[in-house]
């Protein structure tokens, strides 16, 4: 671990590097396109090899999607990885399987944009079953959600699961959440919580 990367940071540097990797930690993306994220992004960028040793002297490693621009810090050990219910993870399965489908048909340049109406059919298709959620368990966990970096609304707008019609942005970082990567994976982890009855059950994926 070379940890002349932390001293040789410019001063002003040293001063921000523990509030930008605090904020890494807290919301567990970075992305380059957000104006909010924007410049801790860059910093990150500018000095990766120091972020990254501090990241190291607690247990994290410092991703980037190269693609999509977004930097995620993801622990070794399973103290600090969030644990998501079931339906939780339903939803993250619902907006990767989304993700990849409208990539995959439009052949998208940039990510990809789906409706509410959208969400809430893939999700009792996903499920087998009409197993569907009632308008408040919707919002928060579209709220949630879009906390956590995955989604966010068009034009600023607030989430409304009244609105079918409304439009969600699926942000890259729903690719980075589930260690998945291909379409066969994906159908397994489908059939996996299509078959799942426990309602409180829950699954590490971060």
Same mark, same amino acid.
């Given at each position: 671990?070379?940890?002349?990367?932390?001293? &040789?940071? =410019?001063?002003?540097?040293?001063?921000?590097? =523990?509030?930008?990797?605090?904020?890494?930690?807290?919301?567990?993306?970075?992305?380059?396109?957000?104006?909010?994220?924007?410049?801790?992004?860059?910093?990150?960028?500018?000095?990766?090899?120091?972020?990254?040793?501090? %990241?190291?002297?607690?247990?994290?490693?410092?991703?980037?999607?190269?693609?999509?621009?977004?930097?995620?810090?993801?622990?070794?050990?399973?103290?600090?990885?969030?644990?998501?219910?079931?339906?939780?993870?339903?939803?993250?399965?619902?907006?990767?399987?989304?993700?990849?489908?409208?990539?995959?048909? %439009?052949?998208?340049?940039?990510?990809?944009?789906?409706?509410?109406?959208?969400?809430?059919?893939?999700?009792?298709?996903?499920?087998?079953?009409?197993?569907?959620?009632?308008?408040?368990?919707?919002?928060?966990? %579209?709220?949630?959600?879009?906390?956590?970096?995955?989604?966010?609304?068009?034009?600023?707008? &607030?989430?409304?699961?009244?609105?079918?019609?409304?439009?969600?942005?699926?942000?890259?970082?729903?690719?980075?959440?589930? =260690?998945?990567?291909?379409?066969?994976?994906?159908?397994?982890?489908?059939?996996?919580?299509?078959?799942?009855?426990?309602?409180?059950?829950?699954?590490?994926?971060?």
């Amino acid at each position: 671990m070379e940890f002349n990367h932390l001293s &040789s940071l =410019p001063e002003k540097s040293q001063r921000d590097l =523990p509030r930008v990797i605090n904020r890494l930690l807290g919301q567990a993306f970075l992305h380059q396109d957000k104006d909010d994220d924007k410049d801790d992004y860059y910093f990150i960028h500018r000095n990766r090899a120091a972020c990254e040793t501090a %990241l190291e002297l607690a247990g994290f490693n410092l991703l980037h999607d190269d693609y999509h621009r977004i930097f995620q810090a993801v622990s070794e050990y399973s103290y600090c990885r969030a644990r998501y219910k079931l339906d939780e993870t339903l939803m993250i399965l619902v907006l990767r399987k989304l993700y990849e489908e409208h990539i995959e048909r %439009l052949s998208l340049a940039q990510d990809p944009v789906v409706t509410i109406g959208e969400v809430r059919e893939e999700y009792r298709t996903i499920t087998g079953k009409e197993r569907d959620l009632g308008i408040i368990q919707y919002e928060n966990l %579209l709220r949630r959600l879009r906390t956590i970096g995955l989604i966010e609304t068009l034009d600023g707008r &607030s989430i409304d699961v009244h609105d079918t019609d409304a439009r969600l942005r699926l942000r890259g970082s729903v690719r980075m959440i589930l =260690p998945i990567q291909n379409v066969d994976e994906l159908d397994a982890w489908v059939r996996k919580y299509r078959t799942s009855a426990a309602e409180e059950e829950t699954e590490e994926i971060v």
